[in-house]
């Protein structure tokens, strides 16, 4: 690392030294809120009740749920490339917890990552050990990456990405961000855009392999519930907006009830991002008269019911195995996009609105191989999905060069990485 010279990290870093019981405090709040385990809440300051594995160990950190989903394949392909291999997958949200705890193979431990504090973090350290380590995304902080450097811990950012509002904000710490980003041994963007501001805020070399979560399993899809799910359905037509946010169902909902007044037995599958928002998505839709069933309060879905609302956790790829047609939410309202390789993965016709530049390249992408279409508002909504709906074979070609082109990625992305990681691993003393 660069010798630490940027004031507003001194500043942290010496702040956060004092600051132990706002972090407590702090944490306190967030259990009250439901942000926390509150049996687990002790990974938050830096203790674990888990043995650190004998060997080897490489941590992988990725802050929520879209992340640390990414990591899965990642860890299964360095599993098969270094057999003695252990891993330490950390996130920071309960929902990526409970997620991890279905979905991690055996050879690795899940834990919370500790809150950026120096006895917290110093804690996590002297207990772990890690060998070598990878962070996924753009979780910068700088009590954690500095005591990693300093006890010479080869790192990888990797998948790494900025919004624009983040670039811009760091381009007035310019020194901050260099000091912050020279602990990494690589670092690896996800797409040209965000490779283009890490070598401008890192001023050095940055690879850009394609997105890492191109290499993601498709989503599990519990046969009961798909068949439970197709048993209600029948031949009835169906589309799902997931992954969606404030603002966005209204948008929804009315494309929807364009799409009753050609097919009134059409039936929508809502699945919010947060599920938490049910009680108000409900009362949205009952506010227009919708008839609706929840699937959290295990409602069935009838002949009469016109959308069934999804708010649970984890089932996605239930409702994108039922559907052939899904609009990815987070698009119609300025967040960024969600990721597309999931319907993609699961052969869905993929749709789509403007805001997406956390995915622009991925969604061009895939435009242009016609598996995805671009949607501007409501009514291009409905135009679209009347037009897909209608025509089997139309719908059929553009989920069928979703799969194709998703299939393809995940290959030439994760044998990319697998190459590019191996010099850093191997500083470690990780070696095959």
């Known amino acids: 690392m660069a010798q630490r010279k940027a004031w507003s990290l001194k500043t942290y870093r010496a702040a956060s030294s004092f600051l132990k019981p706002v972090a407590n405090y702090a944490l306190q709040q967030r259990l009250r809120a439901g942000k926390e385990d509150p049996h687990r809440l002790d990974e938050r300051?830096?203790?674990?009740?888990?043995?650190?594995?004998?060997?080897?160990?490489?941590?992988?950190?990725?802050?929520?749920?879209?992340?640390?989903?990414?990591?899965?394949?990642?860890?299964?392909?360095?599993?098969?490339?270094?057999?003695?291999?252990?891993?330490?997958?950390?996130?920071?949200?309960v929902t990526s917890a409970e997620l991890m705890a279905k979905r991690l193979p055996p050879h690795a431990i899940?834990?919370?990552?500790?809150?950026?504090?120096?006895?917290?973090?110093r804690r996590f350290f002297d207990h772990w050990r890690p060998d070598a380590a990878l962070f996924v995304e753009s979780e910068l902080w700088p009590v954690m990456l500095g005591?990693?450097?300093?006890?010479?811990?080869?790192?990888?950012?990797?998948?790494?990405?900025?919004?624009?509002?983040?670039f811009q904000s760091w381009q007035s710490r310019k020194r901050a961000a260099q000091e912050l980003l020279s602990v990494f041994d690589v670092i690896i963007a996800q797409n040209e855009d965000n490779a283009d501001r890490f070598k401008t805020l890192s001023g050095r070399p940055v690879e850009m392999l394609g997105n890492l979560k191109y290499a993601a399993e498709p989503l599990p899809a519990a046969k009961p519930d798909v068949e439970q799910m197709q048993a209600w359905l029948g031949d009835r037509g169906r589309w799902l907006a997931a992954s969606t946010h404030e603002g966005e169902e209204i948008k929804v909902?009315?494309?929807h009830r364009q799409i009753l007044l050609t097919d009134p037995h059409s039936l929508l599958i809502l699945a919010p991002r947060h599920p938490a928002r049910g009680d108000e998505i409900e009362e949205l839709c009952k506010a227009q008269d919708f008839k609706i069933a929840r699937r959290s309060k295990k409602q069935p879905v009838t002949e009469t019911t016109e959308i069934y609302l999804a708010d649970t956790l984890g089932e996605l790829g239930v409702f994108y195995s039922l559907c052939d047609v899904a609009f990815v939410g987070g698009s119609l309202a300025p967040i960024g996009g969600h990721n597309p390789l999931e319907p993609a993965r699961l052969g869905c016709a993929i749709l789509h609105g403007e805001e997406i530049f956390n995915f622009a390249d991925t969604y061009k992408d895939m435009r242009n191989t016609g598996s995805a279409g671009l949607v501007r508002n409501e009514r291009d909504l409905a135009a679209s999905l009347e037009r897909l709906l209608s025509d089997a074979k139309t719908r059929q070609a553009m989920a069928n060069a979703a799969r194709a082109w998703s299939d393809e990625r995940?290959?030439?992305?994760?044998?990319?990485?697998i190459d590019v990681l191996d010099p850093v691993l191997s500083k470690g003393g990780i070696t095959r």
Do not use: C
């Open 45 to 93: 300051r830096g203790q674990s009740t888990s043995a650190r594995p004998e060997g080897k160990v490489l941590w992988l950190h990725g802050a929520s749920v879209g992340e640390s989903l990414s990591i899965l394949p990642l860890v299964q392909a360095l599993k098969k490339r270094h057999a003695g291999l252990s891993f330490l997958v950390t996130t920071g949200t």
């Open 410 to 417: 995940a290959k030439a992305v994760l044998d990319g990485l």
């Open 110 to 121: 899940h834990q919370y990552v500790p809150v950026d504090q120096p006895q917290f973090v």
């Open 253 to 255: 909902l009315s494309a």
């Open 147 to 166: 005591q990693a450097h300093d006890r010479g811990v080869p790192m990888a950012l990797i998948n790494a990405r900025m919004s624009p509002k983040s």
